[in-house]
């Protein structure tokens, strides 16, 4: 199925993103050549709930919002797990966006 293959393309460069960094769903789907995905990124991370390996709080939107919070389990998580990172979080935005986004280079 190629959307299962998308989700998989989206989880080997989600996998890269560092430790205190973070990225957007739309410099993903740049990444992978689809530039117009950025939703269809959204959804690859709501749906590897199941899989450890895929650092998917990492991932927020182009203004670094949390955008995906509500998809993780209690209401802070998203938020926790980036500030234990080193992240700062204020209002459901990461502050000093610039400093802490890491752009994917590589196709997939």
Not at 14 to 28: D, E, L, N
Not at 64 to 90: R, S, Y
């Amino acid at each position: 199925m190629a959307e299962e293959n998308f989700f998989e393309r989206v989880y080997v460069i989600a996998r890269q993103i560092p430790f205190g960094k973070v990225t957007s769903y739309g410099a993903i789907a740049k990444a992978l050549g689809t530039a117009r995905s950025a939703r269809m990124v959204g959804w690859a991370m709501n749906a590897c709930h199941n899989m450890d390996d895929v650092p998917a709080h990492r991932v927020v939107n182009q203004k670094g919002l949390l955008t995906g919070k509500h998809h993780f389990d209690g209401t802070n998580l998203m938020q926790q797990l980036l500030e234990n990172e080193g992240i700062k979080v204020v209002n459901n935005q990461i502050v000093d966006f610039e400093k802490h986004f890491w752009k994917p280079e590589v196709e997939v």
